[in-house]
């Protein structure tokens, strides 16, 4: 089994800036692939940025693209999502996720709030 438990999630102002992070724990060795998913009030959760472990190959929902960016730190077991520039339509619960060739794996979600 693996565990992912995420922080970072807050209120802010439009324009501001916050940085989640994902910790991940357990049978790690399986997941090849990390990335958040959001999940705005009466939305369907949605993709918006995953990092490869192994060759750390990002990739970003084209509504976050160039004001998001995912990195990873392997020897921490821990993957990062610094939100920049944010916007109240960037307002949701973001959950960590973890691929492994036969699971998917998640954390329990944090909000996020972007509002004045």
């Known amino acids: 089994q693996v565990q992912l438990v995420e922080s970072g999630g807050g209120l802010v102002q439009p324009g501001g800036s916050l940085r989640l992070s994902c910790a991940a724990s357990?049978?790690?060795?399986?997941?090849?692939?990390m990335g958040w998913y959001r999940q705005a009030p009466g939305k369907e959760r949605e993709f918006v940025a995953a990092?490869?472990?192994?060759?750390?190959?990002?990739y970003y929902a084209d509504s976050v693209k160039g004001r998001f960016s995912i990195s990873r730190d392997n020897a921490k077991n821990t993957v990062y999502l610094q939100m920049n520039s944010l916007k109240p339509e960037d307002t949701a619960v973001y959950s960590c996720?973890?691929?492994?060739?036969?699971?998917?794996?998640w954390g329990q979600g944090t909000q996020v709030t972007v509002s004045s």
């Open positions: 996720n973890g691929r492994s060739t036969v699971n998917d794996y």
């Open positions: 357990g049978s790690i060795f399986s997941i090849y692939r």
């Open positions: 990092i490869t472990k192994s060759s750390g190959n990002a």
